[in-house]
């Protein structure tokens, strides 16, 4: 039941999952004439590249438009800085906007967190980084090498960096937004 929507040279994403997307957008400048022959059938949305949204943001609107509950951005992260911090401030906003989304390229996953509480299963022995997006309070983290309880995190701290899960994770607070980048591990 899930719709995929390319973006751009997200398209390479798509193949490598062996996804045909039902619609390709943006304005196909970083795209390559490989992808565009190899796609050529998928009905495609062009936009001028003097838009004021990025090819990223244009597939997830597109993606709302047509009723989507729920936002996977495969590729969201890496690449050029701005594109990555402007997709992890579009998952905080869908959170915000009760849209469930996350961020993934394969090695690493980002998760938009608001006050609440969380479970998470991301396999025994993975990375787990709580990035404040804005000061937090009441911090509670269990599943994790180094738990919290009631902590507060000021904007900018990297102490809720690199910590380890030991299974399922259990995480809440009580004000603010942060973003959970985990590095999970493999399972065969």
């Known amino acids: 039941g899930a719709r995929v929507i390319a973006a751009d040279s997200g398209m390479k994403h798509a193949s490598a999952l062996g996804l045909v997307p039902e619609l390709w957008v943006g304005d196909f400048d970083s795209a390559g004439s490989e992808l565009m022959l190899d796609y050529a059938l ?3 949305q062009t936009h001028s ?6 090819d990223g943001e244009i597939a997830v609107a597109e993606a709302l438009r047509l009723g989507a509950s729920e936002i996977i951005l ?6 050029e800085s701005d594109h990555a911090t402007t997709h992890l401030g579009m998952a905080l906003h869908l959170a915000r906007s009760g849209k469930k989304c996350f961020i993934s390229n394969g090695d690493e996953e980002a998760y938009p967190l608001i006050a609440g509480t969380y479970d998470f299963d991301f396999g025994p022995q993975s990375r787990l980084s ?19 309880k009631d902590k507060a995190l000021t904007l900018g701290t990297s102490f809720t960096m690199s910590n380890a899960t030991l299974g399922p994770v259990k995480l809440s607070f009580t004000s603010g937004i942060a973003i959970a980048i985990t590095y999970p591990t493999q399972t065969e």
Do not use: C, E
């Not at 495969?74 to 690449?79: P, Q, R, S, T, W």
């Not at 804005?134 to 090498?145: A, P, Q, R, Y």
């Open 130 to 148: 709580i990035v404040p997006w804005s000061d937090i309070t009441g911090l509670d983290l269990t599943g994790v090498k180094w738990p919290l």
């Open 42 to 44: 998928v009905p495609r």
């Open 74 to 79: 495969i590729g969201g992260l890496g690449g």
């Open 49 to 54: 590249a003097d838009k004021d949204a990025t």
